[in-house]
């Protein structure tokens, strides 16, 4: 079952993030099908400051083997 672990700079609204899963979710039923029971998402928020020490360092560029689109930004 699709679980989609999305990381955040912090100050998007309840309502931003709500849409974000649900299109997230979508998106991924047009490419490898499953019904929306089967799908979860959760959303984390974090400062720019946590994101520039440990987001970006060990969440993104420590795992470039199952990054599947790399950032187009350098911290």
Avoid: C, N
């Avoid at 499953?34 to 799908?39: A, M, N, R």
């Avoid at 440990?54 to 187009?72: D, F, H, Q, R, T």
Wanted: no cysteine.
């Amino acid at each position: 079952m699709p679980h989609f672990q999305i990381k955040l700079l912090e100050r998007k609204s309840e309502a931003q993030k709500q849409k974000l899963a649900e299109e997230v979710v979508k998106a991924a039923q047009k490419v490898i099908g499953y019904g929306d029971e089967s799908y979860s998402v959760t959303i984390e928020d974090f400062t720019w400051e946590v994101w520039r020490k440990e987001v970006y360092p060990e969440e993104i560029m420590e795992k470039k083997e199952i990054l599947y689109k790399e950032p187009g930004y350098k911290v």
